[in-house]
């Protein structure tokens, strides 16, 4: 990832407009910002949550509160929980995501 062209700014994320995105089980709050190329988003899962599909974009996602588990297409799984974050390219290594309990993330992609 390459960051150009972005001026020094401040997000208040509290500001910004939540949409909702259903998964197989469960919803996630997206309030994203774009900067050029790149997409920042800070995501809220339900308890419950299991994503509807596998996802091969990359990110870089730190976990601020709750749990997170990601599985992998081969059958890995790990948990995140606050202060955990992983990272991983692009069309790299399909992965979704579920959790029991909620969680609160921030990812950049």
Known sequence: MRIDD????LTDWSAIAPTIHHGTAG???WRTQQF???RV??????????ANHW???GHILLCLAGELETELADGRSFTLTPGV???VADHAESHRSSTRVGAKLFIVD
Do not use: N
């Not at 972005?6 to 700014?9: D, H, N």
């Not at 988003?41 to 299991?50: F, I």
């Open 6 to 9: 972005i001026p020094f700014g």
């Open 27 to 29: 919803t996630a709050s």
């Open 36 to 38: 050029g190329a790149v």
């Open 41 to 50: 988003r800070m995501v809220e899962y339900s308890p419950g949550y299991l």
């Open 55 to 57: 996802c091969d974009k």
């Open 85 to 87: 974050s992983y990272q």
